[in-house]
């Protein structure tokens, strides 16, 4: 065998397997697609002690198919939002019952990577409103009861600072601003008169915690 057909039946060979890991890695998106959408649904339905797996079993060396769909922020996200649901079920003798507790340890750790690590502003500042709320769960339970209540509203602010057009956060700081006014104050005369403000600035409201 001459080395020019030599050559050229190496070029085939790797051709051929770059075709065969192409394909496979279009299998592998195809699944991942799939994945994300039965892992929302699954997580948007399914009892709050349930974590959906939002995982496939790739077939494509190197997770090449993740890597070019760039989700692994994405799935980080979606899975410690999926941990706040387990850890905040707003079943008072849960949540602030030690099992619930240990819960919201495992939440808020994966809450805080999220808003140091995603590059996704509006991701990020979600994941600082998640914690504010489970602060705020800590800082009113008998087993939390340590944790200093500013400590929430630190984390709303923080939430608003990533990203501005957060209402939730807005909100949710307002009602903290309000629940820790004295009564004298404007903002605890507007909690004592029963009455909520828009947020933390004049923006829409929203439901808050």
């Keep these: 065998m001459t080395r020019r057909r030599a050559f050229l039946l190496a070029a085939a060979v790797v051709c051929l397997a770059l075709a065969v890991i192409a394909v496979l890695a279009a299998r592998d998106v195809g699944s991942w697609q799939a994945a994300l959408r039965s892992g929302d649904v699954e997580a948007a ?3 709050p002690g349930n974590v959906p797996a939002w995982s496939v079993d790739e077939v494509a060396p190197f997770g090449l198919a993740r890597r070019l769909l760039g989700i692994d922020d994405d799935l980080a996200f979606r899975r410690a939002v999926a941990l706040f649901r387990r ?3 707003r079943i008072p003798s849960f949540d602030t019952g030690l099992e ?3 819960l919201r340890v495992a939440a808020e750790t994966a809450l805080a990577h999220e808003i140091r ?3 996704t502003a509006a991701r990020a500042s979600a994941a600082a409103n998640l914690l504010g709320v489970l ?3 800590d800082s ?4 939390g009861g340590s944790t200093p209540i500013e400590r929430g509203i630190f984390e709303f602010q923080d939430a608003i600072h990533l ?5 939730q956060a807005k909100t949710n700081l307002e009602l903290l601003y309000q629940l820790t006014s ?3 104050t404007p903002r605890g005369s507007t909690r004592r008169a029963g009455r909520s403000h828009s947020g933390a600035s004049a923006t829409s409201p929203g439901h808050g915690y």
């Design 45 to 47: 339905a399914a009892p």
């Design 87 to 89: 850890a905040h079920t």
């Design 117 to 119: 690590s995603d590059p």
């Design 182 to 184: 004295l009564p004298n």
């Design 163 to 167: 990203d501005p057009a957060d209402e």
């Design 140 to 143: 009113t339970s008998q087993a």
């Design 135 to 137: 602060t705020v769960l």
């Design 100 to 102: 619930g507790t240990a």
